[in-house]
């Protein structure tokens, strides 16, 4: 247990942020598995719609830092070949 007034704060916050965080990457994984059931059935048109949103979706998780830019990055690259493939 903290010590300190500041210390119970920080920890407060953390589980904030841990329980936002935790909750964009389960969406996150979520939107992914839609996306790439799509890509498996073969349909480029919902696989697209999909990829639109699983992009939006990792530009705002990394916007407010629940995964790095980078990462956001090349899962919306991986993705988007993979559309590319059905189509």
Request: hydrophobic residues 40%; positive net charge; aromatic residues 0%.
């Amino acid at each position: 247990m903290p010590n300190k007034k500041s210390a119970e704060r920080r920890m407060r916050s953390n589980e904030t942020k841990r329980a936002r965080n935790r909750s964009l990457k389960s969406n996150l994984k979520t939107l992914e598995k839609k996306m790439l059931g799509a890509v498996d059935a073969g349909d480029p048109q919902t696989a697209a719609a999909a990829l639109s949103r699983a992009t939006s979706a990792l530009d705002r998780a990394a916007k407010v830092g629940a995964i790095h830019k980078a990462t956001a990055s090349r899962k919306k690259s991986r993705l988007a070949l993979k559309v590319k493939a059905v189509a």
